[in-house]
């Protein structure tokens, strides 16, 4: 099914968006920095505009100090609002005389609120000096021009539109703490965490549990009393945006930094309730010998020098007794040979996966490659899909965003999430203007049914017999009258080199094993 849409204009908000972005850009052109070095102190100023006008609002609930009443910090926290000292409200930070170390000052005062409000310890950057004291004085101005009167989850959209844009300049770093919020949000459309403990042990900057919250919110609940928030990332600098991009949507969470492969921080197996997360592919040198007898790996370690195996059992372990996953994966690994295979044989023949959807190129800042989201739900048993897996394939349904990127239209995101609902037997939803499409597609039917080209619900025997692959291609098959297209040809060929990537790796391996092997053999003999 062929469903595109070109770019659309903009709305007030992604111009204020964009207005921002402008300014402080062109700052940043005359600043040399590094996007490393320059993204902390945007976003921390982001924060900062967002807490100063939490703490203006409560201000005015509070009231002034009367007689031996004074006003503190724990007024503020009991409203759940950070408390802001003077010297790091953006009056006196505005008023900085240019001639002074301003850059030490916001440091300070960056410092003195993380003093009056422990949970941000060591969160807010203090990195201000780099700056020259016109372009940190210009900065500010930038940031103190978002209005008072916008809600929270405006300063979120900034935040999260400022993410982006930073992580399109960090190139492949820049994919590591950065997933595009149209992947995240049809994972969480599918995975739909309505309550309960959520856990993503590749966080980066915590996108997933932003846009589980929104969730929550859109329907008509409230994140904060409804879900909890796990997380665990590598690198130091990393989970401090995780953590800020929490604050800066008025959330709070426990997000570790380790490293996922040796450090189970969370002691995850079976806890969560829901497992989301977006991790690197195809890591090779991994250390399998500190992974022996750990139980987050029960179907076996892979043979193959790729971390794609343990990604995927330690999320399925992670569950509990009725718990959902959702994640992004490398094509290859769907249908991944010899011990991969195995694996995942054995990860079917539970009955846990639930559904494959299949993503087109470009949707990632990084890599054009394509990829595939798993979804996994150890409650279908005893369920009517309970010997099916739900196929889908969604590369040809996207919105144009330029020549190097794309996404999913809110119809888009609707349509997609609401061909899972129909198999699992589940209300739909048409607040996005799907309907459209949907009766196109489904007519008015009233019962799941498969659509050539779209959606396929195959059995367990189906599936062993096209040797346990999960790649919805094999199953969905094309709608009638289509024909392989230039861009079909184009990802076809760039997975294709992927899976040889793969298993040229696997024949290195290989080869070092023999060769060791018959050095054995030669020295005992």
């Not at 060929?493 to 290195?508: D, S, Y």
Request: proline content about 5%.
């Amino acid at each position: 099914m062929h469903w595109t849409e070109p770019a659309s204009s903009d709305d007030s908000h992604a111009e204020l968006e964009k207005r921002l972005w402008d300014a402080a850009n062109s700052l940043w052109a005359n600043a040399a920095l590094k996007p490393s070095e320059f993204s902390p102190i945007v976003l921390g100023l982001i924060f900062l505009r967002y807490a100063e006008t939490r703490f203006a609002a409560a201000a005015e609930e509070i009231g002034p100090a009367t007689g031996r009443r004074k006003i503190g910090p724990k007024d503020y926290h009991a409203k759940g609002v950070l408390y802001l000292p003077e010297e790091a409200r953006f009056p006196h930070l505005l008023q900085l005389p240019e001639g002074s170390a301003m850059g030490k000052a916001v440091n300070d005062a960056m410092r003195a609120v993380e003093k009056e409000n422990p949970d941000l310890a060591d969160v807010l950057p203090k990195t201000f000096q780099v700056l020259e004291n016109r372009t940190l004085a210009e900065l500010l101005k930038v940031m103190a021009s978002i209005p008072m009167d916008k809600e929270g989850d405006t300063f979120g959209l900034i935040y999260e539109y400022f993410l982006g844009k930073f992580a399109m300049s960090e190139g492949q770093k820049g994919g590591e703490f950065y997933t595009p919020t149209s992947i995240v949000r049809l994972i969480v459309d599918i995975l739909e965490p309505y309550h309960g403990r959520i856990y993503d042990p590749a966080c980066g900057s915590g996108g997933m549990f932003v846009q589980s919250a929104r969730f929550v919110e859109e329907h008509h609940k409230n994140p904060t009393a409804e879900i909890s928030v796990h997380g665990q990332e590598r690198v130091t600098d990393t989970s401090r945006l995780a953590r800020l991009n929490l604050a800066v949507h008025g959330l709070s969470g426990d997000i570790r930094q380790g490293n996922t492969y040796y450090e189970d921080l969370h002691d995850s197996v079976g806890r969560f309730d829901f497992v989301l997360a977006n991790p690197p592919f195809n890591v090779s040198k991994i250390d399998k010998d500190r992974l022996a007898d750990d139980p987050r790996y029960p179907f076996g370690l892979p043979r193959t020098d790729n971390g794609n195996y343990l990604w995927i059992q330690h999320f399925h372990s992670a569950l509990s007794a009725k718990g959902r996953a959702g994640f992004v994966m490398a094509n290859s690994a769907a249908d991944a040979r010899a011990s991969e295979q195995d694996i995942r044989e054995k990860l079917i023949r539970s009955g846990d996966v639930d559904v494959m959807v299949s993503i087109g190129s470009n949707f990632f800042f990084t890599v054009t490659l394509p990829c595939t989201l798993w979804f996994l739900d150890k409650g279908k048993t005893g369920t009517p899909r309970e010997d099916t897996v739900l196929f889908l394939d969604a590369r040809h349904v996207f919105r144009q965003i330029d020549r190097a990127h794309r996404d999913f239209t809110p119809a888009q995101h609707e349509f997609l999430a609401n061909v899972v609902r129909f198999y699992r037997g589940e209300d739909l939803e048409f607040h996005h203007g799907s309907d459209e499409k949907w009766a196109e597609v489904f007519g008015d039917a009233s019962e799941y049914q498969d659509v050539p080209g779209l959606c396929k619900a195959a059995t367990r025997a189906e599936i062993e017999a096209q040797g346990w692959s999960l790649n919805p291609g094999r199953y969905v098959g094309v709608a009638k009258g289509e024909e392989l297209s230039d861009e079909d040809f184009k990802e076809q060929l760039e997975t294709l080199n992927e899976e040889l990537e793969v298993l040229n790796a696997e024949a290195r391996e290989l080869e070092e094993r023999i060769a060791e092997n018959v050095t054995e053999i030669l020295e005992t003999a």
